[in-house]
């Protein structure tokens, strides 16, 4: 064995293992998850004591599971839970066959109350890709995809083609808006049309797989010690967190990559204070490229958010920051969100950084770049 020969055996080595560990983990989730909805749906049926809690059962089994510092399961994902369970039944068979390391106390559970619901909800008249394959093949994140779509068949479709082409979520749920299975279907030569569509597909990374909001979750981590970051982006964050706490016009740190949920879907606002002079949240939203009108689309959405479920009594509209940069050109934009309240404008101007003094701190970072 030559050096070259070693480094390779290294990296191979690292590569397929890394691969196996994060199948293990995706395995592991998606098994909880079935088995959490299944439990839910089954106590829901016949619980002895369900009619207690009737429609606020979701919220009171999320109120407990917060009180014991179980992450990652509010309403909202014990729905998902539930509905995972519900979609796709033909699961229990595989946990009872492929054990996949399930403490016995579960598989005992498993047996005896719920032997009944192997074949239950499941359409007979479409075919079915082999559960294991499903499993072992698409992680937890690509089944809260899947379980949107109504139509079997469709689901069918999406689910072959994201384990032939080894699709990550993003691609997925790309295909899935832009009608793929529509178009297969109207298309004069479907072999053609999903033999091209596979080829311009890029497979998806351990890495990328890994950076699922459920992953973090699950293993306990926090969003911001796992998220990869460009250079230029994450020395903007740091500098420009460090920045506005050193004003000391009021600013109090509150999160760096905060994850909030809009409907079925996560996202990561870049930082986030609350303003005690104000009295309201600031967001700062950092863009190393070029100013895009989508920017400011999606920085309103997430101050809408903070106005509906962040604000408490007594709290002024959010107010968001975006800064845009590249290094021929600097731009920085206040998106000011719904504020109509004039006095509350003259505080914002007086109170918060201007323009001049953020560009100062963008310039200086692309400089030691």
């Not at 606020?56 to 509010?74: D, H, N, S, V, W």
């Not at 311009?200 to 890994?210: D, F, G, L, T």
Request: with cysteine.
């Amino acid at each position: 064995m030559n050096f070259k020969q070693l480094t390779e055996q290294i990296e191979q080595t690292h590569n397929e293992l890394q691969q196996h560990a994060v199948k293990a983990i995706n395995i592991s989730l998606t098994v909880r998850n079935w088995l959490i909805g299944c439990y839910i749906v089954e106590y829901d049926q016949s619980g002895q004591d369900r009619a207690k809690y009737g429609e606020r059962l979701l919220e009171q089994i999320a109120g407990i599971l917060k009180e014991k510092e179980i992450k990652g399961l509010p309403i909202g994902e014990l729905s998902r839970c539930r509905q995972f369970y519900l979609v796709y039944p033909q699961i229990l068979g595989t946990l009872s066959q492929e054990s996949f390391l399930l403490p016995d106390s579960i598989l005992g559970t498993l047996s005896q109350e719920f032997h009944l619901i192997e074949n239950k909800n499941i359409t007979i008249d479409i075919p079915q890709v082999d559960v294991l394959k499903l499993i072992t093949n698409l992680s937890f994140s690509h089944f809260a995809e899947l379980i949107k779509i109504q139509d079997p068949l469709k689901r069918v479709f999406y689910e072959i083609e994201c384990i032939k082409g080894t699709w990550g979520v993003r691609e997925l749920r790309r295909q899935i808006n832009s009608l793929f299975y529509e178009r297969t279907g109207l298309s004069q030569k479907p072999e053609k049309l999903i033999a091209l569509t596979q080829e311009n597909i890029k497979s998806v990374s351990a890495s990328e797989i890994i950076k699922s909001p459920f992953s973090f979750d699950f293993l306990g981590l926090n969003a911001k010690d796992v998220l990869e970051e460009a250079g230029l982006e994450n020395a903007l964050m740091t500098h420009i967190q460090e920045f506005l706490l050193e004003l000391g016009h009021g600013f109090c740190f509150e999160a760096r990559q905060k994850r909030i949920l809009i409907g079925d879907e996560y996202f990561f606002v870049d930082l986030v204070f609350y303003h005690r002079i104000l009295h309201c949240h600031v967001l700062v939203e950092i863009k190393v490229d070029e100013f895009k009108h989508e920017h400011i689309g999606q920085l309103n959405v997430y101050l809408e958010h903070f106005k509906r479920n962040e604000m408490q009594m007594g709290d002024n509209p959010p107010v968001g920051i975006l800064l845009v940069t590249e290094k021929n050109n600097t731009l920085v934009e206040y998106a000011k969100g719904s504020m109509d309240n004039n006095l509350f404008v003259s505080k914002y101007l007086l109170e918060l950084p201007t323009k001049d003094q953020l560009l100062k701190v963008i310039e200086k970072e692309i400089k030691n770049i």
